[in-house]
């Protein structure tokens, strides 16, 4: 059985009325048919239009992101460092002794057309824009790997969009950015996308553990999965709408060119919320 299939772009979705069958339209004409569909496909998605989110919205930044790889290895902590000069915001975080991550945020000002669209032109802005930065950071930069280079407009899910309302529908529901858009201000999207798993796994799989009078273990139903997909959402609700205030927040600190009656609202709700800064690293999703 094809369980995974690679370069599938969804163009589109609904749901078939006579078996409740989510049926995703690809771009190569075919067609497939999922009794379940979680929409993981990101900030941009698709899913989540089907489902009737309201659309993310736009910072006024982007961001580079890159990867550097050190033949000798790069020697950082292993720690993620967050540097901001000027209007430009550097995050480095080491993923193994010799390669690096990182991300460059910078104003969207200019217009569409006039941002970098080919990786030369994305790593030669970034080296411009990071001239007065310290030495190693230049250094990852200039060195970076070509083929990772990407350039993203930030975006985000209103926090207000995620307290109430449904985020599914018939059997559709989304998880990871699909659902809560993360920028790179807490260094969390990964974390949360994980934990949104495995919340997701452990209520579809007590409901396929379900059994009938006899013993025999049923299928999962349709109305079996509507019941774990609720519960899914219910209890990632709290801590999505509250990370995703926090992201929301810090953006508007780090990189949002605010009023000082924003930057002071921002500041005293996250000293009132948001008292211990690395709780939201603490987090326990349980068990899968
Ligand atoms: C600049 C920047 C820096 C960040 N830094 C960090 C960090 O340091 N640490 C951290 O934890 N998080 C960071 N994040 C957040 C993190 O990247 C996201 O939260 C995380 O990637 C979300 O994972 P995801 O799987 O939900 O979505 P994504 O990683 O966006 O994956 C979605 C996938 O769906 C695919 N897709 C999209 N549309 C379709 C379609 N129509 N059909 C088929 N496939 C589709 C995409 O190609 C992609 O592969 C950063 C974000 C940004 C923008």
């Known amino acids: ?4 299939r690679f370069g599938c772009q969804v163009v589109s ?10 049926m995703l339209q690809l771009h190569d004409g075919s067609l497939i048919k999922a009794k379940v569909l979680i929409g993981c496909d990101g900030a941009n998605s698709v899913i989540a239009d ?3 989110l309201k659309p993310t919205r736009p910072f006024t930044s982007c961001a580079v992101r890159g990867l550097t790889f050190y033949p000798n290895g790069h020697g950082f902590a292993p720690e993620f460092l967050r540097v901001r000069k000027d209007k430009y915001l550097v995050g480095r975080i080491p993923i193994d002794e010799k390669t690096v991550y990182w991300f460059v945020v910078l104003q969207w000002t200019q217009g569409d ?3 970098p669209k080919d990786s030369v032109s994305i790593r030669q ?15 990852m930069i200039e060195k970076s790997d070509l083929s990772s280079l990407s350039l993203t407009r930030l975006r985000y899910r209103a926090p207000w969009n995620l307290l109430s309302g449904n985020f599914r529908r018939e ?10 858009v993360k920028g790179p201000f807490l260094g969390q999207g990964g974390s949360a996308a994980l934990e949104d798993a495995i919340v997701l796994a452990r209520c579809i799989s007590k409901k396929i553990g379900d059994v009938d009078l006899n013993g025999s273990r049923m299928p999962l139903s349709a109305q079996k999965a509507i019941e774990a997909l609720d519960e899914y959402l219910k209890e990632r609700r709290q801590r999505v709408v509250l990370s995703s205030l926090l992201t929301y927040l810090r953006g508007l600190l780090l990189v949002e060119d605010s009023s000082i009656l924003v930057r002071f609202l921002s500041i005293l709700i996250i000293s009132v919320m948001f008292r211990d800064p690395s709780s939201h690293t603490r987090y326990d999703c349980g068990k899968l």
């Open 113 to 115: 057309a006039e941002m």
């Open 1 to 4: 059985m094809e369980t995974i």
């Open 171 to 180: 059997t559709v529901t989304v998880a990871g950015d699909a659902w809560h």
């Open 50 to 52: 089907y489902i009737g």
């Open 125 to 139: 802005m970034t080296i411009d824009i990071t001239a007065g930065f310290s030495k190693d950071i230049v250094d």
């Open 13 to 22: 979705m609904n749901v078939e009325s006579s078996t409740s069958y989510a």
